[in-house]
């Protein structure tokens, strides 16, 4: 029972360079959701998914972009890498929301460091 | 913008009492509460939830209360044990006008038990 992978665990990005975060879940779950967390701080919606080919923005989104060909995955792609983006983030995946029994299951997070 | 907050950053509670976590909503359209608990280096995960047609819903040592005529959300713990130490969140589903639904997370408070 994998739930929601993301990788890498870890990474450390140079100024400018690019990557994606990779997100999968087995769970057959409609909605995904892409947060940021830095330190001390609560969790920032970047980009959310309702189903496969369906993305929208969330809190904040610049500087990101995601795309959602398929219900399992739902990768994260940073674009010239700024020390801003250094964060951890987390993907989750739920089977909708909104009711009860709907709660979001998250991934380990993602550790990124912008030098 | 509307958003989700947290009273207190940190909490202390003597290891056998009884905590409790308070969170401020100011959207009225919300109609749906998580708590979400985040051991160290981990992702967050689910506690309890509620509705807003609810003021109060119970689970294993848990209890949350739900105040809509002040935009209040409280997180109760009963008879707390080291394990509950970690950072807990509220979160709020809100269903825009326009635009798919989505989790908002507050900023969080940091449980810490004494033994």
């Known amino acids: 029972n994998a739930g929601v992978t993301q990788t890498p665990k870890f990474r450390i990005l140079k100024i400018g360079q690019s990557m994606t975060l990779q997100c999968t879940q087995d769970?057959?779950?409609?909605?995904m959701y892409w947060y940021r967390q830095d330190p001390g701080m609560g969790l920032k919606l970047i980009y959310y998914?309702?189903?496969?080919?369906?993305?929208d923005k969330g809190e904040v989104p610049n500087g990101y972009n995601v795309s959602r060909s398929t219900t399992e995955d739902f990768p994260l792609r940073l674009e010239l890498a700024a020390p801003s983006q250094t964060s951890v983030y987390f993907c989750?995946?739920?089977?909708?929301?909104?009711?009860?029994?709907?709660?979001?299951?998250f991934g380990q997070g993602t550790r990124l460091t912008v030098v | 913008g509307e958003s989700v907050g947290l009273h207190l950053p940190t909490l202390s509670v003597q290891e056998g009492d009884n905590s409790i976590i308070n969170c401020a909503y100011s959207?009225?359209?919300?109609?749906?509460f998580i708590w979400y608990k985040q051991e160290s280096g981990k992702g967050p995960q689910f506690i309890i939830d509620?509705?807003?047609?609810?003021d109060k819903r119970q689970g294993q040592r848990v209890t949350v209360l739900l105040n809509k005529t002040v935009k209040h959300l409280s997180l109760q713990i009963a008879a707390t044990q080291p394990g509950d130490s970690a950072v807990y969140f509220c979160?709020?589903?809100?269903?825009?006008?326009?635009?798919?639904?989505?989790?908002?997370f507050g900023t969080g408070t940091r449980l810490t038990i004494i033994p």
């Open positions: 989750a995946s739920s089977y909708s929301a909104g009711g009860f029994g709907t709660e979001a299951f």
């Open positions: 769970m057959n779950h409609n909605y």
């Open positions: 998914s309702v189903g496969a080919g369906i993305t």
């Open positions: 959207n009225s359209a919300s109609d749906y």
């Open positions: 509620i509705r807003s047609n609810m």
């Open positions: 979160a709020e589903n809100i269903e825009p006008l326009f635009g798919n639904e989505k989790l908002t």
